[in-house]
């Protein structure tokens, strides 16, 4: 439990860091994780915020997820939704020696998403918001543990 606090806090530092500057990528990478999800944190109109361990869900891990990134500015992720598939839309894109963050919100500013994963323990924090205008948003926020994928075809 304090290792994702720890996650939660260090995504806060860098997320208030890319205020300013919505891109910032330091680092050339090409990794493949495969993500066990661990849990999940709903609110929404029947949920305030309640958390569900991923056996009590009917919903899998993630058997691929890719992140590539190139100094200065291009960061693709794939494997995780298909809104953050489409790297024009990502606004907020950061890549360091320590954590790799995303988000991306749609035209309306009624969706979006967002996601930071730590590269040392492979925490993954997955956080999707919808109806952002509406008094009754919904957030629905995944923990996966995540684990370089070496496989060699």
Do not use: W
Not at 35 to 43: S, V
Not at 44 to 62: M, P, R, V
Not at 113 to 126: A, D, P, Q
């Amino acid at each position: 439990m304090i290792k994702y606090f720890f996650t939660i806090l260090i995504s806060f530092l860098f997320f208030n860091q890319t205020l300013a500057k919505d891109v910032n990528i330091n680092e050339n990478i090409d990794l493949e994780f495969v993500c066990d999800l661990e849990k999940k944190i709903i609110k929404n109109s029947e949920y305030n915020y309640q958390t569900f361990l991923a056996k009590d869900l009917n919903e899998k891990g993630i058997d691929s997820f890719k992140i590539l990134s190139k100094k200065p500015e291009i960061l693709l992720i794939q494997g995780l939704s298909s809104f953050l598939s489409d790297s024009k839309k990502l606004n907020v894109k950061v890549v360091n020696k320590d954590v790799v963050l995303f988000k991306s919100i749609d035209k309306e500013k009624n969706y979006s998403e967002s996601g930071i994963i730590t590269r040392k323990t492979g925490e993954l924090i997955h956080e999707i918001t919808k109806n952002i205008k509406s008094e009754n948003s919904e957030k629905y926020i995944s923990i996966y543990s995540c684990n370089k994928d070496d496989k060699k075809v």
